[in-house]
């Protein structure tokens, strides 16, 4: 739906306004990449919210005490964990490229250009490190304590908040930067920061690592 609407959206602003806003944004092109890059972070808020609630089974399986009859059956707590972890990094890979894909695939159709297929699917993919580092996060707080395992979700929240209406209550530059979001780069159409990507991909795995090694000093049950 996104590569079939992106098509029109040069319509969308037929405007005196509109056609202010293109010229800044380079042309139709740049206010199409715009909007592309708009629509694809919110592929990121959706597979870290994905990647939350996986994390959360643990939480769940914990309180049922399940957890306590895998480890009767000789399961580890590290294998426990680190499988359920997996899950919800593997799933938001999965969710990114299926987004990325069935959204170029439209673009593409459209432009008949390969591409926009490709910028999109990357557009969808960029968005995976900020996701992995609210995961850690969901790790880190279930870690701690079954009690602080929401973490993941006001985390989420906040990172929500701080990025799409941080910069219209002109919050600090710094308070901005604490969303992982918030360095994700906007693609299609910008440069892509490797720094940035790199930093957060070793955050969301040192918070992961964190967690599971907190996990493996509490009690559980």
């Given at each position: 739906m996104v590569g079939g609407?992106?098509?029109?959206?040069?319509?969308?602003?037929?405007?005196?306004?509109?056609?202010?806003m293109?010229?800044?944004?380079?042309?139709?092109?740049?206010?199409?990449?715009?909007?592309?890059?708009?629509e694809l972070s919110f592929v990121g808020i959706f597979i870290a919210a994905y990647g939350v609630h996986v994390v959360l089974r643990l939480k769940s399986e914990e309180s049922l005490l399940r957890a306590e009859l895998l480890f009767s059956y000789g399961v580890t707590r590290m294998r426990w964990a680190a499988s359920q972890i997996a899950v919800a990094l593997v799933g938001t890979v999965v969710l990114s490229a299926s987004a990325g894909v069935s959204a170029g695939i439209a673009r593409a159709y459209q432009t008949r250009e390969s591409a926009d297929f490709i910028a999109i699917l990357?557009?969808?993919?960029?968005?995976?490190?900020?996701a992995w580092v609210v995961i850690g996060l969901c790790v880190v707080g279930y870690g701690l304590s079954a009690?602080?395992?929401?973490?993941?979700?006001?985390a989420l929240v906040l990172f929500l908040l701080i990025t799409e209406v941080g910069a219209l209550l002109k919050l600090p530059h710094g308070v901005i930067d604490l969303s992982p979001f918030s360095h994700t780069p906007k693609l299609p159409g910008s440069p892509v920061s490797i720094e940035a990507v790199v930093i957060l991909v070793v955050t969301g795995a040192s918070l992961v690592a964190l967690g599971l090694g907190l996990l493996s000093r509490r009690d559980i049950g």
């Open positions: 609407v992106a098509g029109n959206v040069g319509e969308f602003l037929n405007t005196e306004t509109g056609r202010q293109m010229e800044l944004l380079g042309g139709e092109k740049g206010l199409v990449n715009a909007y592309l890059a708009a990357g557009g969808a993919l960029i968005q995976l490190p900020a009690r602080l395992a929401n973490l993941g979700w006001s």
